[in-house]
């Protein structure tokens, strides 16, 4: 499993991948191909950064590959829910005349991002999301367990998909609570890989959010959005 590249955080299309982006896709590329890993199906989510990270990555790698569109690995709408805790979020300008205001934007919008993950993710509120919680959470378990129903014992499934499906499949496969699910969610880095291995609906988790190809942890290529 593949967390997409950075996306263009402040900018008219967010879901566009940036170059930082770019080159940690192509990165995550070379390492793969050089892993010899070959790979039976590849899937990614339905958004421009799936998208964006599956092409960049694949094209270091050296077999063409259909890759399978699957919604279900979709990231949940971090702006609809920003946009519960604060209104006023809904237009990007309040988001970045909201960050001015601290020393230290990113933590500050790490702070605000973790207090309206925790009020969407209490359900109290679901009737104002496009997607409440428990319906994102089921939406991702349901579309690892079809796909595991289809999977061949011995085949090896590429997946293209964002931070928060990752830590919810993590959830699945370890029995965690939706507390957890929220710490490993914030500690997952672009590009990183994460891989589970099954038998029939078992789940066992081999590995989760390596990012060595990057080397060092100064690394530019480090970036958790």
């Not at 590329?29 to 010899?36: D, E, F, P, V």
């Not at 973790?114 to 997607?131: F, I, L, N, T």
């Not at 964002?162 to 993590?170: C, F, N, Q, R, T």
Request: aromatic fraction near 10%; glycine fraction near 8%.
């Amino acid at each position: 499993m593949c967390v997409n590249g950075q996306a263009s955080f402040g900018k008219a299309d967010y879901d566009a991948l940036s170059k930082v982006g770019q080159e940690q896709s192509r990165v995550l590329g070379q390492m793969l191909a050089l892993s010899g890993l070959r790979f039976d199906r590849v899937l990614q989510g339905n958004m421009k950064r799936h998208s964006e990270t599956a092409r960049f990555c694949l094209d270091e790698m050296p077999e063409a590959r259909t890759i399978e569109a699957a919604p279900w690995l979709n990231e949940f709408d971090h702006q609809a829910i920003l946009s519960g805790l604060h209104p006023n979020f809904a237009e990007p300008h309040n988001v970045k005349a909201f960050l001015k205001k601290y020393p230290e934007p990113a933590k500050a919008f790490h702070k605000e991002f973790e207090k309206a993950m925790q009020r969407w993710m209490q359900g109290d509120h679901d009737s104002e999301y496009p997607e409440s919680y428990s319906d994102f959470k089921q939406r991702c378990w349901d579309g690892l367990r079809g796909l595991l129903k289809q999977a061949g014992a011995d085949e090896n499934i590429l997946l293209f998909t964002s931070g928060g499906p990752i830590a919810s499949l993590m959830q699945l496969a370890l029995q965690l609570s939706d507390r957890m699910m929220l710490r490993l969610n914030g500690a997952i880095v672009n590009c990183s890989i994460s891989r589970l291995s099954f038998k029939g609906e078992l789940l066992f988790l081999r590995f989760f959010n390596d990012y060595a190809h990057f080397g060092k942890t100064s690394s530019p290529l480090l970036t958790f959005r």
